[in-house]
T-cell receptor
């Protein structure tokens, strides 16, 4: 069975510093995708970054980068130069490849990030 | 913004009632997935619709049902509401066939069952 584990319920970071949010996963699928979403207090899930299991390089999107270590089954999110607006809940999620069938996302329990001025 | 819209924003119902939640997918997307997010938890997959057919279902009872329309918008129906159904209901649209197949979420409907 697929599973996502986020072991940090909450994190603090000073504004302008970098922060790493941890995510480990478990799957027996040979092909899978890993996602990070941001959920502000308003509730909307905002897509941040995607990493495919066969991607050779770590994904980057602006201030977000994904530290993908396949052998360790980890997909940590790194946010550089934190901003006050980064304060939110962050979810790691995994999608298995089912050949066009159920393409569900499996989410972790989330990490609440608080950016301090 | 993603272009995925949901209505209503908030809803209060009593136990035993029925509710219908609506979702309009992003332009060009043909797949809608529904998730339930209880307070303090990650979203849980309810089911997915692709070209008007249910395309997979999570561990939810049959009183959770859905529809997808020819314009790819979707409804989630919940019958015989229970207190534990109180949650944020999120829909996500995506374009089936693309490997990355990123799901883009709407703002959610917050359901309270009294």
């Amino acid at each position: 069975a697929q599973k996502i584990t986020q072991t940090q319920p909450g994190m603090f970071v000073q504004e302008k510093e970098a922060v790493t949010l941890d995510c480990t996963y478990d799957t027996s699928d040979p092909s899978y995708g890993l996602f990070w979403y941001k959920q502000p207090s308003s509730g909307e899930m905002i897509f941040l970054i995607y990493q495919g299991s066969y991607d050779q390089q770590n994904a980057t999107e602006g201030r977000y980068s994904l530290n993908f270590q396949k052998a360790r089954k980890s997909a940590n999110l790194v946010i550089s130069a934190s901003q006050l607006g980064d304060s939110a809940m962050y979810f790691c999620a995994m999608r298995g490849y089912y050949g066009g069938a159920t393409n569900k996302l499996i989410f972790g329990t989330g990490t609440l990030l608080a950016v301090q001025p | 913004e993603t272009g995925v819209t949901q209505s209503p924003t908030h809803l209060i119902k009593t136990r035993g009632q029925q509710v219908t939640l609506r979702c309009s997918s992003q332009s060009g997307h043909n797949t809608v997935s529904w998730y339930q997010q209880a307070l303090g938890q990650g979203p849980q997959f309810i089911f997915q619709y692709y070209r008007e057919e249910e395309n997979g279902r999570g561990n939810f009872p049959p009183r959770f049902s859905g529809l997808q329309f020819p314009n790819y918008s979707s409804e989630l129906n919940v019958n015989a509401l229970e207190l534990d159904d109180s949650a944020l209901y999120l829909c996500a649209s995506s374009s089936q066939g693309e490997w990355a197949d990123t799901q883009y979420f709407g703002p959610g409907t917050r359901l309270t069952v009294l």
